[in-house]
């Protein structure tokens, strides 16, 4: 079962800010919205995670609505190595009972030079 | 260097025959898990282990095994009961017992069947 929609590919220029989009629409309340990326044959990386307010790292910023509903990972200035799929993923249930991520198919992002 | 290692990076059995995936963690993790991806898809539990000495199964169990004897290691048997092993197979770790956990990946095993 989908808990996140996201579009299977975008485009954007390098030196520009990727806005990668990602719908929870059933989201709970307690449920953190998680972001990783993959290059191609290695395994996820962890790029970051929020529940309601805006955060940022090194890395991206992570916009979430005040409905919860939907969220935005922006990467800043894009370079070439940020080509990559892109995992949004609303982690599902409390610890103990079974701490799934659910991994859909993402949005293959491709960085044009 | 603190981290997850997975290995071998790529491996090959017959069909019949049960291998077994190695993945270790320095990290002082106590929650470790088994992924399945295959080609274009995203990633499917297959097993995952809260402390050391217990497991539970995730959605796609069938036809593996795990074992956690200690909390650094996490091995995955694929069984020859497995219909369709060939996949890329990854290990993660996360602290555990909080609601933030996030989980850390390991390289992964790509795993063909001749």
């Known amino acids: 079962d989908a808990k996140t929609t996201q579009p299977p590919s975008m485009d954007c220029a390098e030196g520009r800010a990727a806005n990668l989009p990602c719908n929870h629409s059933?989201?709970?309340?307690?449920?953190?919205v998680y972001w990783y990326r993959q290059i191609h044959s290695q395994g996820p990386q962890y790029i970051i995670h929020?529940?309601?307010?805006?955060e940022t790292n090194e890395m991206a910023s992570l916009i979430i609505t005040e409905d919860r509903k939907s969220s935005t990972l922006i990467l800043p200035h894009a370079t070439l190595r940020d080509t990559a799929v892109y995992y949004c993923?609303?982690?599902?249930?409390?610890w103990g009972t079974g701490n799934q991520f659910y991994f859909g198919t993402g949005t293959s992002l491709t960085v044009i030079p | 260097d603190g981290g997850i290692t997975q290995s071998p990076k790529y491996l090959f059995r017959k069909e019949g025959q049960n291998v077994t995936l190695s993945c270790e963690q320095n990290?002082?993790?106590?929650?470790m898990y088994w992924y399945r991806q295959d080609p274009g898809q995203g990633l499917r539990l297959i097993y995952y282990?809260?402390?050391?000495?217990?497991?539970q199964k995730g959605d796609i169990a069938e036809g593996y095994s795990v074992s956690r004897e200690k909390k650094e290691s996490f091995p995955l048997t694929v069984t020859s009961a497995q219909k369709n092993p060939t996949a890329f197979y990854l290990c993660?770790?996360?602290?555990?017992?909080?609601?933030?956990?996030?989980?850390?990946f390991g390289p992964g095993t790509r795993l063909t069947v001749l």
């Open positions: 993660a770790s996360s602290i555990g017992g909080e609601d933030t956990d996030t989980q850390y």
């Open positions: 990290l002082n993790h106590d929650a």
């Open positions: 282990s809260q402390i050391v000495n217990d497991f």
């Open positions: 059933t989201i709970s309340g307690n449920e953190y």
């Open positions: 929020g529940l309601k307010n805006n």
């Open positions: 993923i609303v982690r599902v249930g409390r």
